[in-house]
């Protein structure tokens, strides 16, 4: 600990053992304990202690005081347990008798602040920071400290309770850890008396018939086996798997998330879950018994281990596989193969979740759906993967949303009538579909696909969310049948999908709802980026009206929609796909799309389509778009000082990228950045440097560099400082071959840069010399700027001392309140 | 309580409800699908309509070729358009009292009903209903009038005749009954005997039964009715909506506890949701303006157009679109978009707030004042100067068969940069484009019916639980074309009873209490006994008067004196004799403590048998029974009448006398 924190902690000290002296703000506090932690993890706390008396005096009195707040009283507890985390500085505080007073069994604390939950978690916290060595084991030992924390486990306070059950892990795990060390596991009969303790109590809670103690044993085993992987779990599990195990007897099970958790954790544990067949049995007894929507979950985890059973694995995909083969059995389809997703499933449970309520049905499906989904890429995921038949489940899920699935089983009928216009399952089965698309399928299927997402992207009545999804899983789609091997420009699909494709876009683009217009816009960005070079797809975009339609939405009333309209017209633009309709009657009327963008740059009052316009401009740079490559120049110069009076700190950070990548242009890429790339000459030839500099003084790049240099927003000045340091890199070797003898005169350009620097932004800059800029460069120490930017903008707010002195300062301000109260 | 079903179709019912001696006539609706069988009525003289030609039967008979024209594959009926009206025949309706209208779709019936029936009752409607149906039934009368046929066909009707005919005419619903439109006259007379009534208000019809009218949020003005007598209620809910358009939101609490409820005018489109045919109406408006194209939107001239309008004074200024003029084209144009401002009372919260600001509740006001939006009573006049292309035109007929509509299919249909928009959805767009076809120009279906559908039904229901539900039969059964959707019906308990087109249907419903009245000094004159802890009973000895429905009970007049004045005597003859009654008796005899009383009197060998009903205590000895049951006790005996005195003294020992 520095002097200055040490000088100021007394005074701190006083004002927490002060009950008259509120501390207002509890994070102030938090953030204490949190100082006092990482002191006491490279100090000796006792040192620290003895140095620092205050300290002790502050926990002695807070003992003492009858009416300490009950923030000030938790903070106590919590501070003393970090202090006795050290075995030696543990001796020194209970000299006191200081840490029973505090977490002793008489609960000196008293009834009162024991009621409050502050005080509670504080107390339990304070134990979990203090129980890391043989004294304090004997000391809770001592205390009776364990029952005090049984107790707890079933606290009001959700936290309290959670807290407990992690401190009862805790302490097992100490006792047993400090017991194992160097000697071989003992059976459960040998273990510390009160670790035999923590067990009996677990114990007799799996046998309760009160479910939330069953839950709270649960739990407590749940995070024992996620933690520690010691031998002595072993033993552990080995003599309460049995209790485990009939609780799945019991009708309804109680608990059965939590006995879902403890099987998976217990599986994927590396000293218990491989070798137990016993465990395999439990899991697979789960399986059966648990409800659908317990059960799910069970046979996800079981099916993401690495190594488990294949009966097991068979039988959790068939669990997970259930409610789909119910939606096909409904619909009457042709079975599939033998096995999973047959069709010949008869789950009378199943059938009653899916039919009960509409909530439950699109729940289970949705569930079921997302479980696939995450399982579908996995190495581990089943093979053989039952891919046509999970497609023809989607399908028909989504035919069953829609209203065009026409069943003919009165089952069918129902569930037809309860997923209708059901926007979730919809949207989950969309992503499925999606997700799919990485396994392809028959051609007759990829039509089925192809025709159920025209469907739901014409139908009037699917939700904006809804329309979202469908044009990423057709985007998904194409991009898998664009990857068919042998299949060169637009795929047959392809070739049928777009000319239905593009009325349904053309009547999005239309949409009263801004959300649609703009998820239809980002589609339409996505099919030029992929297929803007294909011949066939050219041919239908332009034959439709969807370029126009899609310019009209640079002038939409909302901003994102513009925003949009501006990447995909940047994109349709590069690729050739948009030329501006020649207008013989009004040719005047002719605006090229630079022009229009700069337009939108300068006047729109929102930052999300000036933002967008200026990554289209960046990448129309960076890809030599013929309107840039006319006159780049112009175009840089209008753009930088556009961008400069920008409010939005993005769209400045932007135009340096913009600079950056005209830079670069100019004088070559950033050489050490890139240690693989073919080495390019380090620096332009000595001979172009003028002109370029030339240019960039034409263009008023500097102007706008140093403007930003000293920008308000800290990215800014970051991204402006690396273009200098760049430009610097690159210039100054040079510098001397071509500078001229005399020395340019900089007082105004210093002017200028002082008053940006004080914050007056409005100074103009006249007009710069090549000379005068490098001399800048030269004068300005951009690498400390750089460093300076580099540090968080809180640094110095970040520091104990801050953090004291605010504390008394907060004091003092209410100190001052207070005499001005009376 | 019976209700007699005039009308087959589930929106434009048309039912007699006989509650308590009175017939009430719920609502007047007109089927218009009969005028699709007709060939349009161009306004303009149609060079391919006049020149189609006749249908002749299969073996060549062509003498119904004048009456019959075969267009497009489809046969049409070549004559004035005729209505299939709610039967007539199935109850005399002279004897109807009361006519209760819903809204002003269902009242398009009124004249034939009130003006040739012999109708001599009252109409109940709210105001706009009345005027907003006063201007339908112009449009109607206008639309057929303006274009005068001379021919009106009847040959094709006859039964023999039309069993020859193709589908639909084939299957036409009593095409005999059909009738030509009504007369301005008679309309004028039909809504003079309407008398107004709001919200709320409580009327009395002849003091058996009160009607109300509540709001049903579907249309300006329009409600559901409350029928009730002092213990039983019947509610009438006709065209109902709880989304959120302009008129006042429904009124479902006071649909609450009825014995029976009538439930007509769901949704004609439960599977489309009403947000997403507006959304697809605007996308393909914009498509086709945009492209150069004319929007022509068929449609009544008040209702869903109003909403329409408003959705487009937001829309089409954020598409781009706001220099593409919006046309409305009807007689009543004016007067349609006139009366919607003035109607504040019955507009939505919203709405009505407007008002006080003050601003016309709807925005069509600042449409038509920026010139946005022009109306004309018809294409002739101001609007041939006005006309701009590419426009949005709104107009009617929506069955396409008359109005101004028919011009422009016949103008637009040719080119395939002109799109038609459906947004009623009282007519099959398919049937109604079927005399234009081959049509160039596109076809969108986006039906817009804002009433409840089936999950809004069941909703309904649960909540305000009536004891029956009555209903037609189409909504006790899936779709035809979805017979899957078994969702798609009205799904309540006790299920739902159904009713069809001349069925006379007896409601599963009696009435048990009547409201009697008792007057001051004979209740003065009572002296109740407590039978039980907060039970009195008193007998009454009373006259009955009975006027207009309403029953009080008046203290009998004194017996009369012996008197040999002839008027005296002929006063005491109108007065009904009172005799000396014998008390009543109440309370239940306790089988063991009665056998053991017959015991203490004497009697020996009694055997108690239980039965069904109660008790028989035998008394084997004296060969007597004695059956004792809830309401009744028996002394069967032979001959041996002090025993049966005997027998009664003890059993009236356990009863109470009053």
């Not at chain 2, 009456?67 to 039967?87: A, R, T």
């Not at chain 2, 206008?142 to 006859?158: D, G, H, T, Y």
């Not at chain 2, 001051?520 to 207009?548: C, F, N, Q, R």
Request: charged letters at 20%; aromatic letters at 8%; hydrophobic letters at 40%.
């Amino acid at each position: 600990m520095d002097h200055e924190c040490s000088q100021l902690l007394p005074a701190v000290c006083a004002v927490l053992a002060d009950p008259r002296q509120l501390v207002a703000d509890d994070t102030c506090l938090e953030k204490l304990l949190d100082w006092f932690k990482m002191v006491t993890e490279t100090e000796s706390s006792l040192l620290l202690l003895q140095e620092n008396p205050c300290l002790v005096e502050l926990l002695s009195h807070v003992l003492k005081l009858p009416d300490v707040s009950p923030g000030v009283l938790a903070f106590s507890l919590r501070l003393a347990g970090i202090f006795a985390a050290q075995e030696n500085c543990f001796q020194y505080l209970q000299q006191g008798e200081l840490l029973t007073g505090f977490f002793g069994v008489a609960r000196p604390l008293g009834q009162a602040a024991w009621a409050i939950p502050t005080i509670r978690s504080g107390w339990i916290q304070g134990l979990h920071s203090l129980a890391q060595h043989p004294s304090a084991l004997c000391f809770l030992a001592d205390h009776g400290a364990v029952d005090i924390i049984f107790s707890l486990q079933g606290d009001t306070s959700l936290f309290v309770a959670s807290a407990a059950g992690q401190l009862l892990v805790h302490v097992l795990a100490l006792l047993m850890e400090g017991r194992a060390e160097g000697h071989p596991c003992p059976q459960g009969d040998d273990w510390p008396t009160c670790a035999q303790k923590i067990v009996h109590h677990i114990e007799e809670s799996l046998c309760s018939t009160d479910p939330s103690k069953v839950t709270q044993a649960l739990n407590v085993l749940t995070t024992t086996f996620g933690r520690c992987q010691s031998p002595w779990t072993k033993i552990l599990w080995e003599q309460l798997s049995p209790l485990v195990a009939s609780l799945l007897e019991k009708d309804p099970v109680s608990a059965p998330h939590s006995l879902v958790d403890l099987l998976l954790c217990v599986a994927r544990s590396p000293v218990l879950g491989s070798l137990d067949l016993r465990l395999w049995e439990t899991a697979a007894r789960a399986l059966s018994c648990l409800g659908p929507t317990q059960a799910g979950p069970l046979a996800l985890g079981v099916l993401k281990l690495q190594h488990c059973p294949e009966v097991l694995r068979t039988q959790a995909f068939g669990v997970l596989l259930q409610p789909l083969a119910c939606v096909l059995k409904a619909t009457a389809q042709a079975p599939g193969p033998p096995g999973l997703l047959d069709g010949t499933s008869d789950d009378s449970v199943m059938v009653d979740t899916l039919l009960s309520s509409k909530s439950s049905c699109a729940g289970l499906l949705c569930r079921t759906l997302a479980y696939l989904e995450e399982l579908q890429p996995l190495p581990q995921r089943p093979s053989p993967w039952p891919q046509a038949p999970l497609l023809r489940a989607a399908v028909t899920i989504l035919q069953l949303c829609d209203g065009s699935a026409a069943p003919t089983s009165s089952m069918g009928g129902r569930l037809c009538g309860t997923l209708a216009g059901c926007v979730r399952v919809q949207r989950a089965a969309l992503d499925f579909l999606g997700t799919l698309s990485e396994g392809m399928g028959s051609q007759e299927q990829v039509t089925q696909v192809f025709a159920i997402l025209l469907e739901t992207l014409g139908s009037p009545d699917s939700s904006p969310t809804v329309l979202k999804k469908a044009f990423q899983a057709a985007l998904r789609w194409l991009l898998s049948s664009s990857r068919t091997p042998g299949c060169s420009g637009l795929g047959p699909h392809m070739a049928l999908f777009f000319p239905e494709l593009f009325p349904v876009l053309q009547k999005r683009l239309c949409s009263p709802c801004w959300e649609v217009r703009d998820s239809a816009l980002e589609f339409l960005t996505h099919l030029s980026r992929n297929w803007g070079g294909q011949a066939d797809f050219k041919h239908v975009l332009l034959t439709s009206e969807v370029p126009e339609l899609a310019r009209q939405l640079l002038q939409d009333p909302e901003s994102y929609v513009r925003a949009s309209a501006v990447t995909t017209m940047g994109e349709l633009s590069s690729r050739g796909l948009y030329t501006v309709p020649a207008n013989p009657e009004h040719p005047e009327d002719q605006q090229s799309l630079l022009l229009e963008f700069l337009h939108i740059l300068s006047v729109d009052s929102e930052g999300f389509p000036r933002r967008a316009v200026m990554q289209v401009f960046i990448e129309w740079l960076r890809g030599s778009h013929i309107d840039v490559a006319q006159d780049t120049e112009w175009f840089m110069a209008t753009v930088l000082e556009t961008v400069s009076q920008d409010l939005d700190w993005e769209v400045r950070a932007q135009g340096l990228e913009l600079a950056m990548v005209f830079l670069s242009q100019m004088l070559g890429p950033l050489g050490p950045h890139c240690p693989y790339t073919v080495a390019l000459p380090k620096a332009s030839p000595p001979d172009l440097l003028p002109k370029v500099l030339a240019a960039l003084c034409r263009v008023r790049l500097f102007e706008f560099a140093f403007r930003a240099l000293f920008d308000c927003d800290r990215p800014v000045a970051q991204k402006s400082c690396d273009l200098l340091l760049f430009l610097k890199d690159k210039t100054i070797p040079y510098s001397s071959l071509w500078e001229s003898g005399s020395t340019p005169n900089l007082e105004s350009v210093e002017a200028a840069l002082q008053k940006w620097q004080a914050g007056e932004q409005g100074q103009p800059l006249g007009d710069l010399e090549p000379e005068a800029v490098l001399a800048t460069l030269r004068s300005i120490d951009l690498q400390g700027l750089r460093d300076t930017l580099a540090e968080g903008s809180d640094h110095v707010e970040k520091s104990p001392q801050s953090l004291l002195r605010d504390m008394l300062a907060m004091v003092g301000v209410l100190q001052k309140n207070q005499a001005d109260c009376y | 309580m019976k209700l007699f079903c005039l009308s087959g179709h589930p929106t434009l019912p048309c039912n007699v409800l006989k509650f308590k001696s009175t017939m009430i006539m719920l609502d007047c609706g007109l089927d218009m699908t009969s005028t699709l069988s007709f060939l349009p009525l161009p306004l303009v003289q149609s060079p391919r309509l006049s020149n189609l030609p006749g249908w002749s039967l299969k073996d060549g008979n062509a003498f119904l070729d004048k009456e019959l024209k075969e267009c497009s594959g489809h046969v049409f009926v070549d004559s004035v358009p005729e209505f299939c009206l709610p039967e007539t025949e199935l109850i005399d309706l002279s004897t109807v009292d009361v006519i209760l209208i819903s809204n002003y779709h269902c009242m398009m019936a009124l004249p034939y009903i009130t003006e040739h029936t012999g109708f001599s009752g009252t109409v109940y409607a709210t105001e706009p209903t009345v005027q907003i149906g006063r201007l339908l039934m112009e449009e109607l009368v206008n639309f057929i009038e303006r274009v005068p046929k001379a021919q009106s066909a009847s040959l094709w009707k006859s039964k023999d005749i039309q069993r020859l005919l193709p589908s639909p005419l084939k299957d036409a619903v009593e095409a005999s009954t059909w009738r030509r439109c009504y007369t301005m006259q008679e309309v004028n007379a039909a809504l003079s005997k309407i008398r107004l009534v709001g919200y709320s208000q409580k009327i009395e019809l002849f003091g058996a039964v009160q009607v109300t009218p509540l709001s049903s949020g579907y249309a300006l003005g329009s409600s559901n009715w409350i029928i009730q007598s002092h213990y039983e209620k019947v509610s009438y809910v006709s065209g109902s909506s709880l989304l959120t358009t302009h008129p006042q939101p429904m009124d479902q609490a006071s649909l609450k506890n009825s014995d029976v409820l009538v439930l007509t005018g769901l949704t004609q489109i439960p599977t489309a949701n009403p947000d997403g045919m507006v959304g697809e109406f605007c996308s393909n408006l914009a498509l086709t303006v945009r492209n150069g194209g004319n929007v022509l939107v068929p449609c009544y001239p008040s209702g869903v157009i109003y909403d329409l309008l408003e959705c487009l004074y937001q829309y089409m200024d954020s598409a781009g679109l706001s220099s593409v003029p919006l046309y409305f084209i009807s007689p009543v144009a004016n007067s349609s978009l006139e009366f919607s401002q003035i109607f504040a009372e019955w507009l939505c919260h919203n709405k009505q707030s407007k008002v006080y600001l003050p601003e016309p509740p709807f925005p069509h006001a600042e449409l038509i004042q920026t010139n946005k939006l022009k109306h004309y009573p018809s294409i002739h006049g101001d609007f041939s100067n006005d006309f701009r292309q590419p426009c949005v035109l709104f107009t009617g007929h929506p069955s396409l068969r008359f109005g101004d509509v028919v011009h422009f299919m016949e103008l637009w249909g040719k080119s395939s940069l002109n799109t038609v928009i459906f947004t009623e959805p009282d007519f099959s767009y398919l049937e109604a484009l079927a005399p234009y076809q081959p049509l160039a120009m596109k076809c969108i279906y986006c039906p817009i019916d804002t009433r409840l559908n089936f999950i809004q039904v069941s909703k309904l229901l649960k909540e305000v639980q009536p004891l029956h539900v009555v209903c037609p039969e189409q909504y006790t059964q899936p779709p035809p074309a979805q017979s899957h959707r078994t969702d798609l019906v009205i799904d309540c308990q006790p299920p739902a009873t159904s009713y069809r087109r001349a069925e006379v249907l007896t409601l599963p419903f009696k009435r048990r209490y009547e409201k009697i009245e008792i007057m001051p000094e004979l209740a003065d004159s009572l002296v109740p006994m407590e039978i039980k802890p907060g039970i009195s009973l008193a007998t009454v000895s009373a006259v009955l008067y009975t006027k207009d429905n309403k029953h009080v009970l008046q203290p009998p007049p004194r017996p009369a004196q012996p008197t040999s004045s002839k008027k005296r005597k002929r006063v005491s003859d109108d007065v009904p004799d009172c005799k000396v009654l014998k008390p009543l008796l109440s309370g239940s005899i306790p089988v063991e403590q009665f056998v053991q009383t017959l015991e203490k009197h004497g009697f020996s060998d009694i055997k108690v048998e239980d039965t069904a009903k109660g008790h028989i205590v035998l008394l084997q000895e004296a060969e007597t029974l004695i059956q004792l049951e809830e309401d009744s006790t028996h002394i069967i005996c032979d001959n041996d009448e002090m025993l049966r005195v005997r027998l009664r003294d003890l059993v009236l020992k356990f009863l109470q006398k009053f």
